[in-house]
C-alpha cells in the first residue's frame, strides 16, 4: 500500500507474528521494488484500542474463521486469504515460486482496493 501512496497511514502487525521475515519473502518482494529487509514482524497488540478507517487481513483462514482481537476497532475490513507458501514445499526453488504468485496476488488485490475503494473516497 505505501508504494501506491506514501501519505497513507499504514501500520502492520500480526495475530502470531514470526520472528524475522523470510529471506526468500525479501527476495520476492526485491524483484518488484519493495524493500524489506529492515522490517520486523509486529504483533497486533501494539495497536490494541486504536481505531482504523480499514482493516486489511492476510492469511490462510477465511475471513469467517478470522478471530480479530478485541480492542481493534475499524471502519470497514478487507480480508485476503491465500495458501502459505511455505506448507507442503519441498524445495526453496518451489517456495519462491509459490511466493512470488502470492505477492502478485496480494499486488493486485491491494491495487484494486487502493484505486476502487481508497482512492474514491477521497474524491
Given at each position: 500500500?505505501?508504494?501506491?501512496?506514501?501519505?497513507?497511514?499504514?501500520?502492520?502487525?500480526?495475530?502470531?507474528?514470526?520472528?524475522?521475515?523470510?529471506?526468500?519473502a525479501i527476495e520476492v518482494m526485491e524483484e518488484i521494488g519493495i524493500d524489506l529487509p529492515?522490517?520486523?514482524?509486529?504483533?497486533?497488540?501494539?495497536?490494541?484500542?486504536?481505531?482504523?478507517?480499514y482493516l486489511i487481513t492476510v492469511g490462510e483462514?477465511?475471513?469467517?474463521?478470522?478471530?480479530?482481537?478485541?480492542?481493534?476497532?475499524?471502519?470497514?475490513?478487507?480480508?485476503?486469504?491465500?495458501?502459505?507458501?511455505?506448507?507442503?514445499?519441498?524445495?526453496?526453488?518451489?517456495?519462491?515460486?509459490?511466493?512470488?504468485?502470492?505477492?502478485?496476488?496480494?499486488?493486485?488485490?491491494?491495487?484494486?482496493?487502493?484505486?476502487?475503494?481508497?482512492?474514491?473516497?477521497?474524491?
Amino acid at each position: 500500500m505505501r508504494n501506491f501512496d506514501r501519505e497513507l497511514e499504514i501500520y502492520s502487525a500480526g495475530l502470531d507474528p514470526a520472528d524475522h521475515v523470510s529471506p526468500i519473502a525479501i527476495e520476492v518482494m526485491e524483484e518488484i521494488g519493495i524493500d524489506l529487509p529492515h522490517v520486523e514482524p509486529r504483533s497486533f497488540d501494539e495497536f490494541a484500542d486504536r481505531a482504523f478507517t480499514y482493516l486489511i487481513t492476510v492469511g490462510e483462514s477465511t475471513h469467517e474463521e478470522l478471530d480479530i482481537p478485541a480492542g481493534i476497532n475499524f471502519d470497514r475490513k478487507l480480508h485476503l486469504g491465500f495458501r502459505s507458501p511455505y506448507k507442503n514445499s519441498k524445495s526453496h526453488d518451489e517456495i519462491r515460486q509459490k511466493c512470488r504468485e502470492v505477492r502478485d496476488e496480494l499486488v493486485n488485490e491491494l491495487e484494486y482496493f487502493y484505486f476502487r475503494i481508497i482512492k474514491k473516497s477521497v474524491c
